[in-house]
């Protein structure tokens, strides 16, 4: 034993490793030596996967199931969160409604009581004028009715400093908005120039929904989302523009924007833009009026054709060698040079190229006899410099708007030869359509303002309340009667502090003013007005026949006759009001009503306004539905817009969509 050879420990381990292998070996080679033996444990491991798979499949399909049905679970919450949502939203402001219309209730009550008079029999009905339009404005001022007070605007002090590439950031962000994108360039980059820098606080509203408001924002720096009814409807990206409704005139806003942190803002008041858009308007109507006056076949017109021929004049572009007129081509567009030159070229028997006749620049004009008949030109003209700007009129827009040649030439002589006499004339025409019911009309207004001058200060000695005929947001309008007389007028009862509030008070005045001058049957009469502590009151004709818009509403349209019938009573209005020089400016079937033998009368002024022959006015107001484009673009406006909303009036009466 002592002779033994005795292993290290690591080779012992070593021969146990080997053996191991060998024994495996071993086995491995049984195993291949039995083909049955292998296939058959093959089989067996196969059943094993798949009876494991069809588990897992199973398994698979469940939860598909359960996913589907959640999915379809999830489906039918959100719609019924949708309808509940719908419904709260539609109750709160039925119940705003309501409330509103229950402090104007309440407001008659307390009022009749302190003139100690009956209740009205009659009730009305809080959802009576639900759906009707409003009108609004955005010349709510405080200022002194004499317009020519007005400040006069400036650009120079209303310019607030930035750094071009602040500028560049605001201006790129106005053009993408939808609305301003369309703005001129030159009035972009005032409104750029006059933006002042508004910051607010994490938490705060920079608009809130119901509230009116008076600013477009460019968003600086900072986060903010826009929330309607308390659902959030998204979120507004840094260097976008928001709230540009409020700029166009004195609306409540429709959605509330907050800050979810301290935000930085560049602003401008809708009082500037209006100036910048007024200004702009004003200084090129006053260059192409001068541009137009300058042409020999023009220079003799009245204001008013000058006015028309200057709304139609459309702007085009030319790059330096473009071809304005070529020689020899037919002609019926008449050009006037508002920027850059231009060469005239023309043809020659002793050249083969046309020669250089001369040089046209701004104010210069060409092809105007393509106004009076077909033109060939006799000449080219050729852009000289890049971004030449032409003023551009065809003979057929011409004779459209303003007549053909000869008919001007046959209205000039005439207008020249008595221009007091034509006047007349034309004032006559304007009366006609009344004759001997003018006549009628105003003795019988004569004798009622005779009558109703005589009253006292207030009204309620003399009169009583029979019912109430209306409730509106500026008061209500009472049916009343002269004590112990069979003798009936509408009053219009104005609360003080509504008009305040809504700073209408310019309005409410020209009102008066114009009503106090207007005699025609399809006019509602004014006969005197008075005033106390809480209302301003206008005692007007009486028309029992109800609200066109009142009627349309129950039956939904009306037939081809009765819209003629009822666009016919509307252009005699306007005709009158015109050839007297007011324009209307609100224009609906809510401001129109039947008398007692069913003629249609025009009634609420608060928007109509003087203007002279030939001029415009820059105030944006009208129910939005019936707003002409230039009065929108803040372009101007005159009686034209009055025709505007008639077409909208026919499409409404006819179709009853709005």
């Not at 494991?52 to 959100?78: F, P, T």
């Not at 473009?322 to 030159?341: C, L, M, S």
Request: proline share 3%.
């Amino acid at each position: 034993m002592g002779n033994r050879l005795v292993k290290p420990k690591h080779l012992r381990q070593t021969d146990r490793h080997v053996a191991n292998l060998a024994i495996g070996c071993a086995a491995n080679h049984k195993f291949l030596m039995d083909p049955c033996l292998g296939i058959s444990v093959i089989n067996g491991q196969a059943d094993v996967l798949c009876s494991k798979i069809l588990e897992l499949e199973k398994e698979l399909k469940r939860k598909d199931q359960e996913l589907q049905d959640s999915q379809s679970h999830v489906a039918e919450l959100q719609e019924q969160l949708a309808m509940q949502t719908k419904v709260i939203a539609e109750l709160t402001k039925e119940l705003q409604s309501k409330c509103t219309q229950l402090n104007k209730l309440q407001d008659v009550v307390s009022t009749q009581g302190e003139h100690s008079l009956q209740p009205s029999p009659l009730k009305v009905s809080a959802s009576r004028r639900r759906g009707a339009k409003e009108g609004v404005s955005a010349e709510p001022t405080t200022r002194l009715y004499d317009l020519s007070r007005k400040a006069m605007f400036s650009l120079e002090k209303a310019t607030v400093r930035k750094d071009s590439s602040e500028k560049k950031l605001i201006t790129d962000a106005l053009n993408r908005n939808q609305f301003l994108k369309r703005l001129e360039p030159h009035q972009t980059r005032d409104m750029v120039e006059c933006m002042y820098e508004r910051t607010f606080q994490q938490g705060s509203y920079i608009i809130r929904q119901g509230e009116p408001g008076n600013h477009i924002f460019v968003l600086k720096e900072g986060s903010l989302e826009v929330f309607q009814q308390n659902k959030l409807l998204s979120s507004i990206p840094v260097w976008t523009a928001f709230g540009e409704l409020a700029i166009l005139y004195n609306c409540t806003r429709t959605a509330s924007v907050k800050a979810i942190t301290n935000v930085k803002t560049w602003a401008l008041d809708r009082e500037v833009f209006q100036n910048i858009m007024r200004v702009t308007a004003q200084t090129r109507q006053e260059q192409y009026r001068n541009f137009l006056r300058s042409v020999s076949l023009l220079k003799n017109l009245p204001e008013d054709k000058l006015t028309k021929i200057i709304d139609c004049l459309e702007v085009e572009y030319y790059n330096k060698g473009d071809y304005v007129i070529r020689e020899g081509e037919e002609g019926n567009t008449f050009f006037i040079i508002a920027k850059g030159k231009v060469i005239v070229t023309q043809s020659t028997a002793d050249h083969s190229q046309p020669q250089l006749i001369k040089n046209l620049h701004k104010g210069d004009y060409f092809g105007e006899k393509a106004l009076i008949s077909d033109d060939v030109r006799s000449a080219n003209v050729i852009a000289d410099e890049y971004n030449v700007e032409c003023l551009v009129i065809d003979r057929e827009t011409f004779n459209q708007t303003v007549g053909t040649y000869e008919e001007l030439q046959t209205y000039l002589e005439g207008y020249v030869a008595d221009l007091a006499q034509a006047d007349e004339k034309r004032h006559a025409k304007g009366r006609s359509f009344c004759g001997q019911l003018t006549k009628e009309v105003s003795l019988e207004m004569i004798e009622l303002k005779e009558k109703v001058a005589q009253f006292p200060p207030s009204p309620f000695k003399n009169l009583e309340v029979v019912t109430t005929l209306g409730v509106g947001g500026f008061g209500r309008v009472e049916l009343v009667k002269v004590k112990n007389e069979n003798m009936a007028f509408a009053m219009k009862c104005i609360k003080k502090k509504h008009v305040v509030d809504t700073k209408q008070q310019e309005h409410i005045y020209s009102e008066k003013k114009i009503l106090e001058q207007i005699c025609s049957p399809f006019i509602v009469k004014l006969y005197r007005t008075f005033k106390d502590n809480k209302y301003v009151y206008m005692l007007l004709e009486a028309c029992l026949g109800g609200e066109l818009w009142s009627l349309l509403r129950d039956r939904g349209s009306f037939d081809e006759f009765t819209t003629k019938f009822c666009v016919g009573c509307v252009t005699e209005a306007f005709d009158y009001l015109h050839h007297i020089g007011i324009i209307y400016r609100d224009l609906k079937p809510e401001n129109l009503i039947l008398d007692a033998e069913g003629y249609i009368k025009l009634v609420d002024f608060g928007f109509a306004k003087k203007i002279g022959s030939g001029q415009k006015t820059w105030t944006f107001c009208g129910t939005p539905e019936y707003v002409a484009p230039e009065v929108i673009l803040s372009k101007g406006h005159d009686f034209s817009v009055d025709f505007w909303s008639l077409g909208i009036l026919v499409y409404e009466l006819l179709t009853g969509r709005h």
